[in-house]
């Protein structure tokens, strides 16, 4: 029995756990940022460190694990702003080209022959051959 073996897959290794390098990275981030704020807001403010880091390990969890339409969001991120840095302004110049005029033949219409009958060439063996291969009926 023959599988067909899918090529060209490219995944990046899981480092920690079920996380790559990078989401390892933004949950690190994030983890950090919230444990300094504990120190600083969460002992005098303990409702608005909850808030800043539900928003900060939200954003995070996003940055890591959403795909929108196979792309992650730091990539569309990214091509944001590129997008909107780069110009957007695209003229187009007429090119000034001098007319060139082809000689027109005319042909006389043939007369057909009552009772004469169309004649179909036949397949070449190119297109048969193509055939073969691909209904995999090759002999």
Do not use: D
């Amino acid at each position: 029995m023959e599988f067909t073996v899918p090529q060209f897959i490219e995944r990046e290794p899981k480092i920690v756990g079920p996380l790559t390098f990078k989401q390892f990275i933004f949950v690190a981030v994030a983890g950090g940022a919230c444990f300094f704020l504990y120190f600083f807001i969460g002992k005098k403010n303990l409702p608005l460190f909850i808030i800043i880091a539900v928003i900060l390990m939200g954003g995070s969890l996003a940055l890591c694990f959403l795909r929108i339409k196979g792309y992650t969001l730091p990539m569309i991120i990214k091509n944001f702003f590129v997008y909107s840095v780069s110009a957007k302004i695209f003229l187009w110049r007429r090119k000034i080209v001098s007319p060139k005029f082809k000689k027109v033949e005319r042909f006389e219409k043939a007369e057909v022959e009552e009772g004469a009958t169309l004649k179909m060439a036949k397949k070449s063996h190119l297109q048969k051959l193509s055939t073969q291969v691909e209904t995999r009926t090759i002999k």
